[in-house]
Structure formats: structure tokens, C-alpha cells
């Protein structure tokens, strides 16, 4: 039996010489590379234990040869490249979570906010361990991904572990339509605005800026809590115009490849819809990419007090290629750096002010419900006055109950009212 498996490896080795004069070739031949990869795809399409095609073949190497650069560079075919699309322009049927390749070990980025993932518990760092009892030790993004999305309706069992811990669990979560929602927005006091950014889609900016423009319509501006924790990032384009509403002029971040040349710069530009009430951001571990572009501009530009934790690290810039047959290639271009020429790439921004997130204790004892005037039966109700002048809005039970629950949140909205006595932030100019 030794004396075979011997025979079948020199074997293996007199094919692999007979093979090899193309190979020497001398390093000055551009086209030595491609004769190895030709010999070595012709062995494997000849003797592999299974049969496979040449496509597979071909589309494994691309795959391989672009995921090894870096976490975020891939080869997607023509069905995952149209799914790429549809993430920044409609919606899916999935769980809502956004996931990265982290040390070899499926990570989350963060949950979206408002879908099953976020309501199962889900938390920016856990770590996917098995997706329907598969192992994601040695599994791909792209094939994560579409392993966690699927039919409206239809479940999928994930095995994760929480940051910190070491006990896994499993939980089974529905999929549902994952509407591509940018921004949504809240009073947190009169006069002091609540903005959240989940993504950065192609609707992002319109949708902020109409939130902006429906709540001053009525009511005076005096600071606004911009929260983008856990909040992935997306399109580039959409950052700078999120960047240059609060901005006046001046850099919000330039991007550099390989050499020098290839820098390019995104400015803000004066307008008269540029909004100047003071900012509190709001970032934390799931702050990633555009988020962290938007974070750190309005830092350096000392025009926002960052407030949370510190964000993603991920400083990169990838570019969309299709390719004639529908696949396409998204592939790291360059590094971006904020307007002091800071690059954050596996650092993230750090906050102004370090404040953890505090888990809110759940069935703790506070004494009993707080009763208010407006829980009394038959309180009278007083009937806002037009121009939002002396019936300022009422504060929503949602607000109400997040500003319990999130300690990040209630300092937040302390120090954006306290910015213009503090005279820490500038204009931003």
C-alpha cells in the first residue's frame, strides 16, 4: 500500500516535470505567470478527483487571485453582481445585517436597524460561527451572504458568539423585504432634532435634508444629535454631500492610490440650505467607511463633537467594474484620509468623548411607572399653536423610551445643548 501511494506521487511529480518547461521562462517575460496558471488549470481540469469545468475553474482562480488582496476586493458573477446593485437601490429579502471577513472569522459589521437581525439581538463584533449548521471557518463573503439572504418568509439558523463571551448560541431568525431605507429622523426636545443614518444609499442625502427641512418648517433649529452607530457605510458620493450640509468649505476628505498623482479631492460648497445648528455625532464599533468619512471630516473641521466609542477602521476605497459577460469586480483603488490627513484604516476614528455603551438593565426595579399629567384619565389636552411657537411638538413614546435606554443618546443631546455656551465647535468653515 506504501509502495502505491509512492508510485501514484512520483507519478504526480514526473506529470508535473513534463509540465514545467514554460515555466522557465525568465522573470523579465510578462507572460511566465500566465503560463503557470495555464499548466496548473490544465492539470487540474485533467486529474482532479471530480470533474469540473473550465468556468469554474477560471472563476475560482479570479476569485481567489482578488480575495487575497484584501477583505473587501471580490470577484461577483453575474447574479451576485446584480444583487451588489439592488443593496444601494432597492431592496432584499434577507435578515438585514451587514458582515466582513475579520481576522479569517465572519463578522458582524452591524445590523440594520428595524429588521429581523437587529430584533434577534444581533450585535456589531459577533462572530458567525455556522450558518444552518454549516461551518464559516474557510467560507467566502460573497458566499456568506448569499447562504443569510433568501425568500421572504423562510428562515435561517445562525450559531454566533457575542464579543467577550465564550458560550455560542443559536438563534433562528424569518427573513424578510429589506427596504434600503438611508435616514429617518425624531424630536428629542423641542427645538433639538434626532437624526439616524442606517446607510449610505443613493437616497441618504435627500432623505436627511428633507427631515432637516420638514422639522425647521415649523420649529426653530437648536442642535441636532446626527447618530450613525452602527451604520456600515456605502456610497462615497452620498458621505461627502452628508459631509458638505453641515460644512460651508474646505476639505471633507481627498483619496490616494498608489502614487502621489492619483490624489483626488472632495470639497464642501457654500449653499444656502448649509445647516449650522451645533452637532453631536454619535459613532461606535459599527461605524464603518462612509460613516467614518462624515465622522472624521466634522472632527478635523472641528465643526461636530464626536461622541460614542471608536469606530470600524476601514479606510479603503473600492470601485465597481462590470465585466461583458454581467459579473463584475469590486476592487480596493485607494486609501481615503480625512482633511488633517489622517488615515484611519484599522484604527477607526476615536472619539472626542469616550462614552460606552451602558446595556440597559432589563426588569430592574425602578420604583414602579412615572406618572405623568398625560396619564392622568381625562387630563385636558392642549391643541399646538400654529408656527410650532408656544405648543412646541410633543416628544414621541419612542423617543421617550430610547432616551431611557441609551446612555450614549441622553449625553448627546446634554452636550449638543451645551456646545454653544462651551463654544467648542466652529462653523466649519
Known amino acids: 500500500m506504501r509502495f502505491a501511494v509512492w508510485l501514484g506521487t512520483f507519478l504526480l511529480l514526473a506529470l508535473l516535470t513534463l509540465a514545467t518547461p514554460p515555466l522557465l521562462a525568465t522573470q523579465d517575460d510578462p507572460y511566465a505567470a500566465l503560463g503557470r496558471f495555464s499548466d496548473v488549470l490544465d492539470l487540474v481540469e485533467k486529474n482532479y478527483v ?90 467566502s463573503l460573497l458566499e456568506a451572504v448569499n447562504k443569510i439572504r ?132 454619535l459613532i461606535n464599533a459599527g461605524s464603518a467607511s462612509a460613516s467614518e468619512i462624515v465622522a472624521g471630516a466634522l472632527q478635523d473641521r472641528k465643526r461636530a463633537l464626536i461622541l460614542g466609542e471608536p469606530s470600524f477602521g476601514k479606510a479603503t476605497v473600492q470601485t465597481i467594474i462590470p465585466l461583458a459577460d454581467g459579473s463584475g469586480i469590486k476592487l480596493t483603488k485607494a486609501l481615503y484620509y480625512t482633511p488633517n490627513g489622517r488615515s484611519i484604516q484599522a484604527e477607526g476614528i476615536v472619539p472626542d468623548i469616550a462614552v460606552p455603551f451602558e446595556e440597559p438593565a432589563e426588569g430592574k426595579d425602578n420604583g414602579g411607572p412615572v406618572l405623568r399629567e398625560k396619564d392622568m384619565r381625562g387630563h385636558i389636552e392642549v391643541a399646538p399653536q400654529k408656527g410650532g411657537k408656544a405648543g412646541a411638538p410633543k416628544v414621541s413614546d419612542e423617543m421617550r ?21 462651551l463654544g467648542l465647535i466652529g462653523a466649519g468653515k
Open 150 to 281: 433568501g425568500p421572504k418568509g423562510s428562515t435561517v439558523e445562525l450559531t454566533l458568539i457575542h464579543q467577550g463571551d465564550t458560550k455560542p448560541y443559536t438563534v433562528s431568525i424569518k427573513r424578510a423585504t429589506i427596504p434600503i431605507r438611508g435616514a429617518k429622523s425624531n424630536e428629542l426636545e423641542p427645538g433639538y432634532l434626532y437624526l439616524r443614518l442606517m446607510s449610505f444609499n443613493e437616497n441618504t442625502t435627500k432623505e436627511m435634508r428633507d427631515a432637516i427641512s420638514d422639522y425647521t418648517r415649523d420649529n426653530a433649529l437648536k442642535g441636532i444629535v446626527l447618530d450613525m452607530r452602527g451604520n456600515p457605510g456605502g456610497l462615497l458620493n452620498q458621505a461627502v454631500a452628508v459631509a458638505d450640509t453641515f460644512l460651508s468649505g474646505g476639505n471633507i476628505v481627498y483619496i490616494k492610490g498608489r502614487d502621489d498623482a492619483s490624489r483626488e479631492d472632495f470639497n464642501a460648497r457654500p449653499s444656502a440650505s448649509d445647516v449650522t445648528a451645533p452637532l453631536v455625532v
Open 50 to 139: 471530480h470533474e469540473v469545468s473550465r468556468d469554474e475553474l477560471v472563476n475560482g482562480a479570479i476569485k481567489g487571485m482578488l480575495e487575497q488582496l484584501d477583505p473587501h476586493s471580490t470577484y461577483m458573477d453575474a447574479e451576485e453582481f446584480q444583487e451588489m446593485q439592488i443593496r444601494t437601490t432597492g431592496e432584499f429579502g434577507g435578515i438585514g445585517i451587514e458582515i466582513t471577513l475579520r481576522d479569517g472569522r465572519l463578522t458582524v459589521i452591524s445590523p440594520i436597524e428595524d429588521t429581523p437581525a437587529f430584533e434577534a439581538g444581533l450585535k456589531s463584533g459577533d462572530i458567525i460561527l455556522e450558518i444552518d449548521g454549516q461551518n464559516t471557518q474557510d467560507i
Open 401 to 421: 423610551v430610547r432616551l431611557e435606554r441609551d446612555n450614549q443618546l441622553r449625553m448627546a443631546l446634554q452636550f449638543v445643548k451645551k456646545l454653544p455656551e
